[in-house]
């Protein structure tokens, strides 16, 4: 298609959408051909676009003999634009349909590699390795369509939410010269004649920027080098951080549990269709808090040890559908940065905590050391070297106030929200162990 057809077609092309909510007699409409069949001289197609189906109906006769011919040559997800009369229809699905003047096949696809379900909501029989080999083609899926018109709701309402709150956005650095988590788990790059790192996270970035901007919040890309191979672990992420000066753990705490009810709230709103078509009932989370203490009793999980995948599912059930705050970790548990509790560099528990939901960690944080010598005595401490971290520990030597924060990963929490088993089902293009293509 030539620039002006093509700008003619932009121009005048509505959603199938659209057209049962219009009232307009005539219409193009372009899209994929999500199916097609013949029933005696009557030729349809069900044509999909991102906001929905339309039926397009050919009797003989009363189309052109071309139309009626290519009408049966379509093969699936074959991409055309059609032009033709809108007529009521009481079989036809939405109660309209389209009678083709004209069809131009945009791209003729070739037998698909993998299952596209008819039902719009429906499994396919494809694996999950093999779909996301052909991810571009499992994104013409309605379902997995639904999943990212979630995330986008998700990452829109995280925005929205700080944004009023007066909350300056950041965008932290991607490459790095030292580790931000402690030594391990990086992806080296060279960077020039030097050796960089992939960002673990903002962590050290969103500190400086809270202790001078007060307020920060930031979504980014981080890289785990971990050879996990879970369903809820990938090596790259999206984290939504937050780091505020003035505060300690409860406060940001707070912030956490209103900004995840805000986006669920968001959810429940804007995307009842999808959840609907994911079969979810999602509710607005309350907020149960516990100490590490308290919670990992409540699991008969070990004093001084994480939870395990089973424990923190326990944890979970017991509060079901509500966000479980576990706050004051054992330092021995908790990145070097994150501050002993109350100040006390003798005190075997931090100013750290997680928050659980739908049965996982989606995120973690706390307050941070803002003294540098402490910093210097908990960095030798985790086993590290104070020297790699010196501009970071220099930063906090001409007017740091003390300063708290966390991250909430998109993908976990786009898993839980939309009730999905793995997280590469939230994450456009993951990244594991084995995976860098597409
Ligand atoms: P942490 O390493 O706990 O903390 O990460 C925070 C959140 O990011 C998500 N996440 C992951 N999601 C999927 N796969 C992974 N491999 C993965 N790793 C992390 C999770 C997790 O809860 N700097 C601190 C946070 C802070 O203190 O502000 C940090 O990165 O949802």
């Known amino acids: 298609m030539k620039n002006p057809e093509l700008k003619k077609l932009n121009e005048n092309r509505i959603l199938a959408e659209d057209v049962f909510n219009g009232k307009e007699k005539y219409a193009e409409v372009s899209g994929w051909v999500h199916n097609s069949r013949e029933l005696g001289k009557i030729r349809f197609i069900i044509l999909r676009d991102f906001s929905g189906v339309i039926q397009i109906t050919a009797v003989k006769g009363k189309v052109t003999e071309e139309i009626f011919d290519l009408m049966n040559k379509l093969t699936r997800e074959s991409v055309v634009s059609v032009k033709g009369k809108v007529v009521d229809s009481k079989q036809a699905p939405g109660g309209k349909e389209i009678i083709p003047d004209e069809i131009i096949i945009l791209n003729s696809a070739e037998d698909l590699p993998i299952d596209i379900p008819f039902d719009p909501s429906g499994e396919t029989k494809t694996e999950l390795p093999k779909r996301l080999d052909y991810r571009f083609l499992d994104f013409h899926r309605r379902k997995i369509q639904t999943i990212f018109k979630i995330q986008t709701t998700i990452a829109t309402a995280f925005r929205e939410f700080f944004q009023n709150k007066n909350y300056i956005e950041m965008q932290p650095p991607c490459i790095i010269g030292s580790a931000s988590e402690g030594g391990t788990d990086l992806f080296e790059v060279k960077y020039f004649d030097k050796k960089a790192y992939l960002a673990q996270s903002p962590q050290l970035y969103k500190q400086m920027i809270a202790c001078s901007m007060e307020k920060t919040f930031m979504i980014t890309p981080v890289w785990r080098a971990e050879k996990h191979n879970t369903t809820r672990h990938i090596n790259e992420i999206r984290q939504m951080d937050i780091e505020v000066a003035f505060a300690g753990q409860f406060e940001v705490m707070k912030e956490l549990e209103e900004v995840v009810k805000f986006i669920a709230k968001n959810v ?164 594991d162990k084995d995976r860098l293509n597409p």
Request: glycine content about 8%; overall charge positive; proline content about 7%.
């Open 268 to 431: 429940i709103e804007k995307n009842k269709k999808e959840l609907e078509m994911l079969g979810v009932k999602l509710k607005i989370p309350k907020a149960v808090y516990l100490s590490y203490e308290e919670a990992i009793k409540k699991v008969n999980g070990k004093p001084g040890e994480d939870f395990t995948p089973e424990q923190e599912r326990k944890l979970c059930e017991k509060y079901e559908g509500d966000i479980v705050f576990v706050h004051s970790w054992p330092s021995s548990l908790k990145p070097f940065y994150i501050m002993p509790q109350n100040e006390n560099k003798n005190s075997d528990f931090s100013e750290g905590f997680d928050a659980l939901y739908g049965g996982m960690e989606i995120s973690s944080g706390g307050q941070r050391i803002h003294l540098p010598e402490l910093l210097i005595e908990r960095i030798k401490s985790k086993k590290l070297n104070p020297k790699n971290f010196k501009d970071y520990i220099d930063s906090f030597r001409y007017g740091a106030p003390p300063h708290a924060g966390w991250s909430l990963g998109l993908e976990r929490l786009t898993q839980v929200i939309c009730s999905l088993n793995n997280i590469k089902e939230a994450t456009m293009f993951p990244r």
